[in-house]
């Protein structure tokens, strides 16, 4: 079994910037997709940022140039760091790792309000 716990999340004014990590632990299979998705009220849940265990990088339009996600495999840790936020990236953010199985974190909220 694999848990995945985030933290980061909390309250920043528009134009702020926050780090989400997320840690996997468990029986983690060394070739692997950790990813961040996003979901606010009202929304489907949505992919934000993705990266392999070899670094390879995927962004959503909406966060290109503000968003970085990145790993480090020693520690099963992917983060993302996140700048010039808006408040439409207001919502709860989720970790996900998809390796033989797919798994979820529980979720940390970024609210982003003056």
């Known amino acids: 079994q694999v848990q995945l716990v985030e933290s980061g999340g909390g309250l920043v004014q528009p134009g702020g910037s926050l780090r989400l990590s997320c840690a996997a632990s468990?029986?983690?299979?060394?070739?692997?997709?950790m990813s961040w998705h996003r979901q606010s009220p009202g929304k489907e849940r949505e992919l934000v940022a993705a990266?392999?265990?070899?670094?390879?990088?995927n962004y959503a339009d909406s966060v290109k140039g503000r968003f970085t996600i990145s790993r480090d495999n020693a520690k099963n840790t992917v983060y993302l760091q996140m700048n010039s936020l808006k408040p439409e990236d207001t919502a709860v953010y989720y970790c996900?790792?998809?390796?033989?199985?797919?798994?979820w974190g529980q979720g940390t909220q970024v609210t982003v309000s003056s």
């Open positions: 996900r790792l998809v390796a033989v199985n797919a798994y």
């Open positions: 468990g029986s983690i299979f060394s070739a692997n997709v």
């Open positions: 990266i392999t265990s070899g670094g390879r990088t």
